[in-house]
């Protein structure tokens, strides 16, 4: 029994002339040259004028963005106000007297320095507390005094140093502690009459010279003009 495309065909006639056609058309697709594909390059040869354009002008946005700061060191729009100072906790002063009318608190300094010492500089420190610091041959013995806040002899001296011997000598007044190697004596700590008062010196005291600069410190007054 024949399929349908075997029926079909029976009614597919095929001419001479038409069977010569199709022949010819295969012989010259045998025939024709095979068409080469140029390669491109791997990038193009030169930018597109698009593009071009389109980096030149964010290169120009960008330099007047940043032309202003790199100008001021400012970003555009932003205060170029200078930075706020942060005052210093330490305030210098030319004499004793003018530190002395500044202090919250009357001035008492010791009377009695041990021999050769003269005052370098006077200070006042967070505005509570006065440092005056006095130099013999190029070694500093600094004295401090502020109101006394917690515990008598508490220490005011910001002297961090680590001492292996301490003794507590008893005073008229009160309490002296004394810090040092055990024969000298560097740092000086008591407390007298409502202030806290410290030494620390850069060369050792005798047991002596430490009672008696703490035994003479005196409310302190200014001198009257000369006429």
Known sequence: MKNKYQQAEEYIQLTP????????????SRTAPVPQIQPQPPFPRRFPIPAALAACFALAVLTLFLYPRLKTGFPPGQSQQPPVQIASPIVEYPDTSSLADALPFPLSLPAQLPEGYTLRSCSMLNGEMAQLIYEKNGSQLTYRITEQKNAPGDDISGDYNQYTQSQILERPWGQLTLKGDGTAWSLLLWSRGGYTCSVSTQAPLTESEAAALADSTTLYEAEAPTQ
């Open 17 to 28: 002339d038409m069977e010569q056609r199709i022949l010819e058309k295969i012989r010259a």
